[in-house]
């Protein structure tokens, strides 16, 4: 089946820099789909992209996905405390009817004060 | 806000028993999805529905698991026997479509003995 592969798995910031997370897979993606999930909670829905090269951004966060539709970035812009979580992007298959969703292991984003 | 409802949020069990979760998805979310999460891992799909019918349960262990979501709402999924691998967080989620962003329940976490 479908891998997505996400790096890091774990990154330590502190308050005020950047973070990034990388979603990567071998197959061209119907779409790609980010999510979050707080210590003890479960996942969040964030967003969704669909076309090829498509840039959306939700206030400090900026989501991109590739050209080729094999991959995707989240980017945070000036992290604060609030954004400590794991962030899991999901993918589905290009030309999969059932909508399958594939998640990455995730990132770990931990930001000290 | 509609949220997706869970039950129990906790489960302990003795291996060889039987357990069953419930999930009740946000009103008129026709797609509905039972995960399973390892600790550190993403969450991997093990049954699909769309209204009353079974559309991916490729990944579901069949000799063992069973889903059900009779009317089109609300679902139970069930474990007869227990193994001790089978602990985990079981998540529920829904959505409106099988390709749009998906809302997840709180969880129920299973510790089996």
């Known amino acids: 089946g479908q891998q997505v592969m996400q790096i890091p798995q774990y990154q330590h910031v502190q308050e005020g820099e950047d973070f990034t997370t990388y979603c990567n897979s071998s197959?061209?993606?119907?779409?790609i789909q980010w999510y979050k999930q707080r210590p003890g909670g479960h996942p969040v829905f964030l967003i969704q992209?669909?076309?090829?090269?498509e840039v959306k951004k939700q206030k400090r966060l900026t989501f991109q996905f590739g050209e080729a539709k094999k991959n995707s970035s989240l980017h945070i812009t000036a992290t604060q405390t609030t954004d400590v979580g794991t962030y899991f992007c999901?993918?589905?298959?290009?030309?999969?009817?059932?909508?399958?969703?594939?998640f990455g292991r995730g990132t770990q984003l931990t930001v000290w004060p | 806000e509609a949220e997706v409802a869970q039950s129990p949020r906790y489960k302990i069990t003795e291996k060889s028993q039987a357990v069953a979760f419930w999930c009740d998805p946000i009103?008129?979310?026709?797609?509905l999805y039972w995960y399973r999460q390892i600790l550190g891992q993403g969450p991997e799909l093990l049954v699909q529905?769309?209204?009353?019918?079974?559309?991916?349960d490729s990944q579901l262990p069949k000799d063992r698991f069973s889903a059900e979501r009779l009317k089109g709402v609300d679902s139970t999924l069930k474990i007869q026997p227990a193994e001790l691998g089978d602990s985990a967080m079981y998540l529920c989620?829904?959505?409106?479509?099988?390709?749009?962003?998906?809302?997840f329940g709180p969880g129920t976490r299973l510790t089996v003995t």
């Open positions: 529905f769309q209204d009353e019918s079974v559309v991916d």
């Open positions: 197959t061209t993606l119907s779409n």
């Open positions: 999901a993918a589905t298959d290009r030309g999969s009817t059932l909508g399958r969703l594939y």
């Open positions: 009103s008129g979310h026709a797609t």
């Open positions: 992209l669909v076309k090829s090269g």
């Open positions: 989620a829904s959505s409106r479509d099988r390709n749009l962003g998906q809302y």
